[in-house]
Every structure is written in C-alpha cells, then in structure tokens.
C-alpha cells in the first residue's frame, strides 16, 4: 500500500527574501509566538533527547545542520545512509534541528540527538513494509519522539498495530493531520495516543489545505521558512511543516527537569492557546501550542 505524503505549498505571501537567510540568523514567527526563546534562556535546547524525523531522510551537508545529526536508518535500503532525495525531510530538520550559528534560521532544538529514518522515495511516497520497518528500529534504538509528517487516507490494521507499539515502548508519536481541504484526518493521525497537529498562520487562522477531524494541536505551518534541500532555504506551508514544531518543543519539554512526561497530554494542553471555539473544537484541537 503506497503512503500519501501530506502536501507542501510554495507560500505567495510578502516575506523576507530567501538571500538574508544566507547572511544572518532569523526567528521565524511561529518560533517566537510558540515563546520557545523562554526555554533556550535556560539552556534547554533539547539535550539528551533522541528525535527520529521518519520521513524522506536529508541533505546531511546542510550548512544550518549540524553533527546533532546521526546516521539513522534507511528503511528502503538498509545499506545505504537515509540521504533525502526529495527534500521533506530535509524541510523537516530544519525545523527542530538548525543550528544557532549566525545564519539561517534557529531550530527548536539544536541540542537534540537527530535520527533521520527514511520511509519515503524520491517521490515522496511510501509504503506501510518500509514504515513498519522504521518503527521498529525506533524501537530498538530507544527514540523518545517520531515526527511522522505525513498522512494515510485510511486505516490499516498493522500500521495500526505497529504505531501501538511503539507508544506501548514509551516513545511519543507526532503526526500530522492530512491536507484534505476540511475532510478527514488520515493515519497514523488518527490513531489513539498518536498527538495530531493541524497549521496556522500567523494570525491564527487554520491552513486553507488543513482537515477537520481528530486534532489535538495547532502549530505554525504557514508561510514557514524552513531548510531546502538545495543547500539553502525554502518558504513552505502545511501541516506537514506544523507537525516538527510540536515534536520540538516537546523534546524541550522532556529535557526541562520539572516536567513529567507521564502527564505530556494534559500539560500540552494546559500550556496550549485557545484560538477557536471555548475549550476543544475540531478545527484547532485544544489550541495552538505554546510555552507559558
């Protein structure tokens, strides 16, 4: 069975040009309304927590990427590296994990340990044999967050079976809900325990192509600036961009000592900003995800 890769959109929006991203370091918008700098003046940024971003692998000759990225694992080919050539991956990264180096943008969590597990082709499809088999080497390498931004249409028994689990092993789930322009969520978004992310814009409003269904949070995923596989940097919206943002200030949240990781859910929620209709709605889940 082929995987529907959530979509990206090029954003048409006025928005500083790509070229200063080369030249200086930027904060993106959803990075700063999210108040993730409260946590970097602490010094959490992430340290000791091990991501898998399962997605289409990526460029690890990025320049705002950094050796926070570890080999990870290639489903597809076991023998070969998880090298991105379709460039989501990539995209993804770059959300959680760009460095704070003076150029380019400032992931969420540089200090992460980063695996990238490749499920996906150079086409941005995949099937469920590849996905399973990355999940179980999260398992087995002990991951404490999969970022999965991508949804399938409809259910199936052992994707089912294979993302419970992994949250039976302990490992948090964040995935994105499907670009299906206000219809279903898809899988594994759907899925119990699986933490599911819809996207906004910087006014809070939902992304256009975002679903209606089975959402606990919103994040940023509009006009997003984000690391491209060419080396440089690509504006892009989507759920697919939103989901990262969440799986990162989570791994910010499990570095924080004082946090307790047993009640993750509730506390997300608790710290969440109510953007839609009082309390949960199906638009927004229980609001945009924020530190407080």
Same mark, same amino acid.
């Given at each position: 069975?082929?995987?529907? %890769?959530?979509? !990206?959109?090029?954003? =048409?929006?006025?928005? #500083?040009?790509?070229?200063?991203?080369?030249?200086?370091?930027?904060?993106?918008?959803?990075?700063?309304?999210?108040?993730?700098?409260?946590?970097?003046?602490?010094?959490?940024?992430?340290?000791?927590?091990?991501?898998?971003?399962?997605?289409?692998?990526?460029?690890?000759? =990025?320049?705002?990427?950094?050796?926070?990225?570890?080999?990870?694992?290639?489903?597809?080919?076991?023998?070969?590296?998880?090298?991105?050539?379709?460039?989501?991956?990539?995209?993804?990264?770059?959300?959680?994990?760009?460095?704070?180096?003076?150029?380019?943008?400032?992931?969420?969590? #540089?200090?992460?340990?980063?695996?990238?597990?490749?499920?996906?082709?150079?086409?941005?499809?995949?099937?469920?044999? =590849? !996905?399973?088999?990355?999940?179980?080497?999260?398992?087995?390498?002990?991951?404490?967050?999969?970022?999965?931004?991508?949804?399938?249409?409809?259910? =199936?028994?052992? %994707?089912?079976?294979?993302?419970?689990?992994?949250?039976?092993?302990?490992?948090?789930?964040?995935?994105?809900?499907?670009?299906?322009?206000?219809?279903?969520?898809?899988?594994?978004?759907?899925?119990?325990?699986?933490?599911?992310?819809?996207?906004?814009?910087?006014?809070?409003?939902?992304?256009?192509?975002?679903?209606?269904?089975?959402?606990?949070?919103?994040? #940023?995923?509009?006009?997003?600036?984000?690391?491209?596989?060419? %080396?440089?940097?690509?504006?892009?919206?989507?759920?697919?961009?939103?989901?990262?943002?969440?799986?990162?200030?989570?791994?910010?949240?499990?570095?924080?000592?004082?946090?307790?990781?047993?009640?993750?859910?509730?506390?997300?929620?608790?710290?969440?900003?109510?953007?839609?209709?009082?309390?949960?709605?199906?638009?927004?889940?229980?609001?945009?995800?924020? !530190?407080?």
């Amino acid at each position: 069975m082929t995987l529907i %890769l959530a979509e !990206i959109q090029n954003s =048409h929006l006025s928005l #500083p040009p790509i070229q200063e991203y080369e030249t200086k370091e930027l904060l993106s918008w959803g990075i700063e309304k999210m108040n993730i700098s409260l946590y970097w003046s602490k010094g959490i940024k992430g340290t000791g927590i091990k991501i898998a971003i399962m997605d289409s692998g990526v460029n690890f000759n =990025h320049p705002d990427l950094s050796t926070n990225i570890q080999n990870g694992y290639n489903a597809i080919n076991n023998k070969e590296l998880p090298i991105d050539d379709y460039g989501h991956g990539t995209m993804m990264t770059g959300i959680i994990g760009a460095k704070h180096n003076g150029i380019g943008i400032k992931g969420i969590a #540089p200090d992460s340990k980063i695996y990238p597990v490749k499920v996906l082709d150079e086409f941005g499809e995949g099937r469920f044999i =590849h !996905i399973q088999k990355g999940i179980e080497w999260c398992i087995d390498n002990d991951i404490d967050i999969i970022n999965m931004s991508f949804a399938f249409p409809t259910d =199936h028994p052992d %994707l089912k079976s294979s993302i419970k689990k992994a949250l039976d092993a302990g490992i948090i789930i964040v995935a994105s809900v499907s670009n299906s322009y206000d219809g279903k969520s898809g899988f594994p978004a759907s899925y119990d325990g699986v933490i599911a992310v819809t996207s906004v814009d910087s006014s809070y409003q939902k992304g256009e192509t975002a679903s209606l269904d089975d959402i606990d949070f919103a994040a #940023p995923g509009v006009d997003v600036i984000t690391t491209s596989n060419d %080396l440089k940097y690509q504006y892009v919206s989507g759920t697919s961009i939103a989901t990262p943002h969440v799986t990162g200030m989570i791994a910010l949240l499990l570095q924080d000592a004082s946090f307790n990781k047993s009640n993750l859910y509730e506390q997300l929620k608790a710290t969440s900003l109510d953007i839609g209709e009082k309390g949960y709605d199906s638009k927004f889940g229980w609001g945009f995800i924020k !530190i407080k």
